[in-house]
């Protein structure tokens, strides 16, 4: 089951770096958290899991979205 | 071999980055089971809670979790200070405004939004507060009641409609909330020398036999103090004033 | 093992993302991803020792190991601090410049 997790978090770290939309990458990010908080769930550390959940998949997210969206959207480079 | 000019650069240095953090992650050193058994030993007796992780962040390395207050401090005064002079404030463009409204609204922010999360704001900032308090006795504690505080304020932010703003994100408000909370971590920290132990120590080790009401108090000074901070980024970040 | 490779993998794509993108944001994005992989993996090494939450109810024994969890909460708050800090750099930058790209900036600021 951590392979399993440890896979997609993989993928989704290539699908966030190599977006042309950085919304998309944001969101991306945001379910990398999400699945590595499944995953110290699953490896007996329920306190970091909270932690990970609230702060990567919220914090992170939003301030992320919100430089996106007072900037641009698109990756020009 | 086609190769851009720009690319051996990056491959270059990553191949010896690769070269020397390999040996870390193949390393077959059986990890070390004395501080887990001495934990699991004296943990509990020592310092009043029965959730180990936060013995350990309150008891046996308070000093970590100080100088992480401190680097909180920091990043919230550095946010600040950037985003005020480079002006960041609310921009004026077409809202979904209903015809009649008199109340502020952001772009593509629609009355859905508003009416969730004004709803759940209270029941997230209950949550985090429960998160907080029952730290020493179940998953949770400072670090995280604290994150969950600052998403129900982020909650509270985006979810007031019209004049019926709470006081809770108000920026000098929460300013305040945190830079009382550290001047009151220090003083809790200092009271340990006082009834002869050191700095950080349990100043209620030879009184009661509960000393997990200073755990109690630490978590909770700590989870106003995070919660406080990265709310006050998150508002800053949003534009309201 | 195979756990340890995908971290390894993990924390090399974070490190060439640092080096070879030419985005400021992707450059900060890759900065997260670093830090991700080093706290999976002190968690996952902390918890071979043990199967039971590190929760001292009655007759629980062989706890996972709880001084890696410990450290990892600290690590994951101070990580949101740097990311929020700069992230309100690369804002100061793109209202100053215009750009995100740091061959327009390094251009701009003149060096």
């Not at chain 2, 505080?149 to 007031?160: D, K």
Request: proline share 3%; net charge neutral.
């Amino acid at each position: 089951m951590t392979v399993i997790l440890l896979l997609l978090i993989l993928g989704l770290g290539i699908y966030t770096l190599f977006s042309r939309d950085l919304l998309h990458g944001v969101i991306a990010l945001s379910a990398l958290s999400l699945l590595s908080a499944m995953l110290f769930y699953i490896l007996h550390a329920p306190d970091v899991a909270i932690t990970e959940a609230a702060v990567g998949a919220g914090v992170t997210t939003i301030i992320f979205v919100w430089i996106i969206r007072h900037t641009e959207r698109k990756d020009r480079c | 071999m086609l190769m851009k000019r720009s690319l051996i650069l990056p491959f270059f240095s990553l191949f010896l980055v690769a070269a020397v953090t390999l040996p870390v992650f193949l390393d077959e050193t059986a990890w070390p089971e004395s501080s887990r058994n001495y934990l699991e030993a004296e943990g509990v007796r020592e310092s009043g809670a029965r959730n180990l992780v936060s013995a350990i962040y309150l008891g046996y390395r308070a000093f970590d979790t100080l100088g992480e207050t401190i680097v909180l401090l920091v990043a919230v005064t550095g946010t600040i200070g950037i985003l005020k002079k480079a002006g960041a404030v609310l921009e004026e463009q077409p809202d979904f405004a209903l015809p009649g409204e008199k109340r502020q609204s952001n772009f593509m922010r629609t009355h859905l939004l508003e009416t969730v999360t004004g709803k759940l704001g209270p029941i997230v900032l209950l949550f985090g507060f429960y998160v907080m308090l029952y730290g020493h006795l179940s998953p949770g504690g400072g670090f995280q009641g604290g994150v969950v505080v600052a998403s129900g304020i982020v909650f509270l932010a985006l979810g007031n409609r019209g004049d019926a703003k709470s006081h809770l994100v108000r920026q000098d408000v929460l300013g305040r909330i945190e830079a009382l909370a550290f001047f009151l971590l220090l003083l809790v920290s200092i009271s340990g020398i006082f009834t002869g132990g050191g700095f950080l120590d349990n100043p209620l080790k030879q009184y009661t036999s509960m000393p997990a009401a200073f755990i109690v108090l630490l978590n909770i000074i700590i989870g106003l103090k995070v919660g406080a901070g990265i709310g006050v980024m998150c508002i800053i970040m949003l534009g309201k004033e | 093992m195979i756990e340890r490779l995908i971290l390894f993998l993990l924390f090399l794509l974070g490190f060439w993302g640092i080096l070879a993108k030419r985005n400021v944001i992707k450059k900060i994005i890759s900065l997260n991803l670093i830090n991700s992989a080093v706290v999976i993996l002190f968690v996952l090494e902390g918890s071979r020792i043990g199967d039971n939450v590190p929760i001292m109810e009655e007759g629980i024994s062989r706890v996972v190991d709880p001084v890696p969890q410990a450290l990892m909460l600290t690590a994951i708050v101070i990580g949101v601090c740097v990311t929020a800090l700069s992230l309100a750099l690369a804002f100061r930058l793109y209202k100053a410049t215009g750009t995100f790209h740091i061959d327009e900036i390094r251009e701009k600021v003149g060096k």
